[in-house]
């Protein structure tokens, strides 16, 4: 998680389980997404089971979550689901703000 917080770079954090139908759902979105962004957005998945301490860390208390992160911030969230659009609206406006760390 360091790495997050010491880049300028977009990140996205995707909170589920193996267990969760809901995340199995939202799987080929966020991988078409990656393939649509994939130099420009970083995919971090954390397994809720496994790592409940980064879940709590944010907050997370529904899964499937998603915290878009850009220069250690968190800069918007998608509780549940949400439709392609919704996050391609929120990767093109984060990646038009520039950047406040120093490149």
């Keep these: 998680m ?16 193996a267990w969760c ?3 199995q759902i939202m799987e ?3 991988n078409d997404l990656l393939t649509m962004y994939h130099d ?6 954390v397994d809720i089971e496994q790592n409940q301490y980064v879940a709590e ?19 918007d969230y ?4 949400a439709s392609k659009s919704v ?4 990767i093109k406006s984060q990646l038009s703000v520039k950047s406040k760390i120093n490149v």
């Design 78 to 81: 998608i509780f549940h689901s």
């Design 2 to 17: 360091m790495k997050i917080r010491n880049s300028h770079k977009l990140f996205l954090i995707e909170f589920g389980a």
């Design 57 to 75: 860390e944010y907050g997370i208390g529904i899964i499937p979550s998603y915290i878009f992160i850009r220069d250690g911030l968190v800069v």
């Design 87 to 90: 996050f391609e609206n929120i």
């Design 40 to 45: 420009q957005l970083e995919l971090v998945r």
């Design 28 to 30: 080929p979105i966020i």
């Design 21 to 23: 139908g809901t995340c």
